[in-house]
């Protein structure tokens, strides 16, 4: 192998991509190429090791007492805490025939001095680890907003009329198609465009008369732009002609479209304020369903850009609570309004939603509401489909405001949270699972208020209660094992050698801080909000509780570029996520954040005596 390829493939393993030109010549200057056999014991336990190993092909096990604890296989290094600490608390054995670079650790340790970089990482905490991981990845993303194409953006329809129209036409036509540019064209072919400006500047302040024809007012010259240009490309085109807009072609040279200095801005700028208040203005369901599909794009845009994923889902859920309160009062009759309060559940209750899942809602109505129940079917069955059109799909398990099962008056939730809390099964705890999440997005908010208070009032110091309620968690196994240090679903082919990161991660952590929250009967419905509160009341050390919040942050967000990159493809969305995808230092945090999910089980097999249930 050359010279230059060493230096790449030492420099493509995290974080030595830090290095400096000399410290990465240092590091090629000392290193020697080692082949092993397999079951070939590389680095004894309890032994003075000598130097760190970059694995070129095969694998190593790590071991104790003939425990597996981890796998390191192509592109990864080990074992960087035994040189630090100059002393192997576990040995390290191929699994198969394996040829590693080896350097000394002198060499190790003293770069390590000189870089700050290496030696922050190297010295860092978990929860450290997994928050630099977090703005390592976001930083390297950010170069994709600058291959952004033009078709990304928002690009107004265009609307081609006859040069002979009147203005007072023209204008009637700007009203109803709802765009704020027309263009015209000629006999000749010849293309004009005219904007919503040209009326206030040239008609309204010179008193033209609104019969004139509108070429009168209009501009020749148009700018144009192929779709799949990028986006970059159409700012230094409009700041080299001084425009606001330029007109979208596509491969067929036909017009598609005008993107204007607005679409541009709001794209860079995630577009956030503009679809809020797109919702808000918003007088019919076509206009909210336009602003629903801005969703996406943002979610995009603000990944890109490095927006942390807690801020991402306040964001999008504030996004979302705004169109169902919205969609609420379109649809809703008037005298349900005021007398009903519409929640969501499940992660869009706790704020956890990014991407559209299925839904999950309900509707409590007061016990002095006296709507007509044929009409209250109506609407919550229209509404219900009408979010399916918006793309959320129906729940499966058909918990939605269609159901009447989830749709009844407070005194009636009572009765049923009273049998849930009374008759325990699994359906019922999934029930208050789901319950406890709920938040209202419109209508009265004291009837979602009151009727968990009464759920805390009934599960009051029943210790059986809460044991009951955390023990689901013991039916799901965090995937780390002997296997390339993760376990794989073998039974299901489709998924084979990915991960259910929701179930063997996500979940469990959900759960398991729910469980706890609901024992301390807190309000809060969001995960990371509540640790936070468990946190002030003593029940997580705070050291624990920032690698809870961490760990949860490191997995949804793995889960949410895996799913991005699924739809890019036109893949369904799901939980699985196949590490060979991973680079080295996600490989890693994954594992990490499957032993703080390991240890908050632990935590709640004692806390709740789960073994004794």
């Not at 956890?352 to 999950?360: A, M, S, V």
């Not at 259910?500 to 024992?519: H, T």
Request: aromatic residues 10%; charged residues 30%.
């Amino acid at each position: 192998m050359s010279i230059l390829e060493q230096k790449k493939v030492i420099s493509s393993i995290h974080p030595f991509q830090n290095l400096t030109s000399e410290q990465l010549d240092t590091f090629v200057e000392n290193m020697d190429i080692v082949y092993f056999k397999k079951n070939e014991t590389v680095q004894a336990q309890g032994s003075t090791p000598q130097s760190l190993f970059f694995i070129l092909k095969g694998i190593i096990q790590e071991k104790q007492d003939d425990e597996v604890f981890s796998i390191y296989s192509k592109n990864e290094i080990f074992d960087s805490i035994s040189l630090i600490e100059n002393y192997s608390k576990n040995s390290f054995v191929t699994a198969e025939e394996t040829i590693c670079y080896t350097l000394p650790r002198e060499i190790f340790i003293e770069i390590l001095h000189e870089n700050q970089e290496l030696e922050n990482y190297f010295f860092q905490s978990i929860a450290e680890k997994l928050n630099n991981n977090t703005l390592y990845e976001k930083n390297k993303e950010m170069a994709n907003i600058m291959i952004a194409k033009v078709k990304d953006a928002k690009i107004h329809k265009a609307v081609i009329v006859d040069t002979n129209i009147s203005i007072f036409e023209a204008a009637t036509i700007i009203k109803k198609e709802k765009v704020p540019t027309i263009l015209l064209k000629d006999e000749n072919g010849e293309m004009y465009i005219v904007t919503d400006s040209d009326f206030r500047q040239k008609v309204i302040l010179n008193r033209m008369d609104f019969d004139d024809k509108i070429v009168k007012i209009a501009t020749k010259g148009l700018i144009y732009i192929n779709e799949d240009d990028f986006l970059f490309n159409a700012q230094l085109i409009m700041a080299k002609h001084g425009i606001k807009r330029v007109v979208v072609k596509n491969d067929k040279d036909e017009i598609i479209g005008i993107l204007d200095q607005i679409s541009l801005s709001s794209f860079f700028a995630t577009n956030i304020f503009s679809v809020s208040n797109q919702i808000v203005k918003a007088e019919t369901i076509d206009e909210l369903k336009e602003a629903s599909l801005s969703f996406i794009k943002i979610i995009k845009s603000l990944n890109a850009k490095g927006v942390k994923i807690e801020f991402i889902s306040k964001l999008i859920n504030q996004l979302n609570k705004k169109l169902l309160d919205k969609l609420y009062k379109v649809l809703a009759p008037s005298e349900l309004y005021e007398k009903s309060c519409l929640v969501v559940m499940g992660s869009e209750g706790r704020g956890e939603q990014i991407l559209k899942t299925d839904q999950d809602n309900a509707l409590i109505l007061s016990d002095d509401c006296t709507i007509d129940e044929k009409e209250l079917q109506e609407f919550t069955t229209k509404f219900t489909e009408t979010l399916v059109d918006f793309g959320f799909p129906r729940c499966e398990g058909n918990i939605m405001v269609s159901n009447p099962y989830w749709c009844r008056k407070e005194s009636d939730f009572k009765d049923l949270i009273y049998t849930w809390i009374n008759e325990p099964n699994g359906d019922n705890f999934m029930n208050i699972a789901i319950f406890y999440d709920a938040v209202c997005v419109s209508g009265n908010k004291n009837l979602i208020t009151h009727l968990k208070e009464y759920l805390f009032k009934l599960t009051s110091n029943s210790l059986s209660f809460y044991a009951h309620f955390a023990k689901v968690i013991t039916s799901f196994d965090v995937p780390l094992g002997f296997f390339d240090g993760f376990v794989f679903n073998s039974k299901d082919n489709k998924h084979k050698n990915e991960i259910d990161i929701k179930r063997g991660g996500i979940f469990i952590l959900v759960q398991g801080i729910r469980s706890l929250s609901l024992e301390n009967k807190i309000f809060n419905t969001n995960t990371n909000k509540r640790i936070k509160k468990l946190t002030e009341l003593g029940v997580l050390e705070e050291e624990f509780a920032k690698e809870l919040t961490m760990a949860f942050n490191f997995l949804t967000n793995l889960k949410l570029k895996s799913n991005l990159e699924k739809l890019d493809k036109k893949s369904d969305i799901d939980n699985y996520i196949n590490p060979d995808n991973l680079n080295t230092m996600e490989k890693d945090l994954l594992k990490e954040s499957f032993k703080i999910v390991n240890k908050l089980k632990k935590k709640l097999e004692f806390h709740f005596k789960l073994n004794y249930v």
